[in-house]
């Protein structure tokens, strides 16, 4: 699975142009923001077996490095 493979090493991409309205911008980029945190819960959960939000900040920072909020906006 290349999820499990690339996991710290992904970066997402955001390219716009002047035509693109900054509705579809933001919905995008909170789409991108929110499978991120999905990735991050269900690792918490499978490997802690607690939810990020009862991690310690040790175990938040492990997550947070294999599933790093990498975007950039071109």
């Given at each position: ?9 992904s970066?997402?991409l ?61």
């Amino acid at each position: 699975l290349y999820e499990e493979k690339n996991k710290s090493k992904s970066i997402f991409l955001v390219r716009t142009d002047n035509e693109t309205k900054y509705s579809t911008y933001y919905n995008v980029q909170q789409s991108i923001i929110g499978e991120i945190q999905y990735l991050r819960e269900n690792f918490s959960k499978k490997n802690y077996s607690k939810s990020i939000h009862e991690l310690s900040e040790e175990q938040l920072s492990e997550v947070n490095e294999i599933y790093p909020q990498k975007l950039v906006e071109h």
